[in-house]
């Protein structure tokens, strides 16, 4: 057995990428785990199979969404410390360690509820801005949000790369702060 998923047309990026496994999830009748496309393994650092587990287990029991904490310098992550979370926090009074991780796990129920919402989505959520748009979601939702402190990420992102995040992460988020 076997399923597949037709994308319509011009639906390319991350965001569109998660919104087909939201339908697979959901016709699964199953948790989802995204895990972020960039991450590497050096020796002993960077990326463990345990990962999966413990982004797992919170939604087991009793939490809707994980989010992942990186353990990084406090200079990496300039974009999700200095705007990101900030403004989460001062707009849906919740703070966000690490926003720009690009992995979490979201339980069945929220599942479903993400992918009847996703219907109303607008487009700034084919690309990086799916993160926000998924938390706040959560957010709005009351839904129960724990984070899970992994690892060293590994990974580099180029100026441009940061640039193109701070673009549809700023879109997503004042889209979502509008909205909300």
């Not at 989460?88 to 720009?100: A, L, N």
């Not at 700023?170 to 909300?180: E, H, P």
Request: one cysteine or more; charged letters at 25%.
């Amino acid at each position: 057995p076997h399923f597949a998923l037709v994308m319509k047309p011009g639906a390319n990026g991350r965001g569109a990428s998660i919104r087909a496994l939201l339908e697979i999830a959901k016709h699964l009748e199953a948790d989802l785990i995204i895990i972020a496309a960039d991450l590497r393994q050096e020796q002993e650092r960077g990326f463990k199979t345990e990962w999966i587990k413990q982004m797992a287990l919170p939604i087991q029991s009793e939490y809707d969404l994980t989010l992942v904490n990186f353990k990084r310098h406090y200079l990496e992550d300039l974009l999700g410390r200095l705007f990101t979370s900030p403004l989460m926090e001062t707009f849906y009074g919740y703070w966000v360690s690490d926003p720009h991780s690009g992995m979490y796990a979201i339980s069945h129920d929220l599942v479903e509820d993400l992918s009847q919402d996703s219907k109303f989505w607008p487009d700034i959520t084919n690309g990086y801005g799916i993160d926000i748009w998924l938390i706040t979601r959560a957010l709005c939702w009351k839904k129960s949000i724990c984070e899970v402190e992994l690892g060293a990420k590994l990974a580099y992102i180029s100026k441009e790369k940061l640039n193109f995040i701070f673009t549809q992460t700023a879109a997503a988020l004042f889209t979502c702060i509008t909205r909300d």
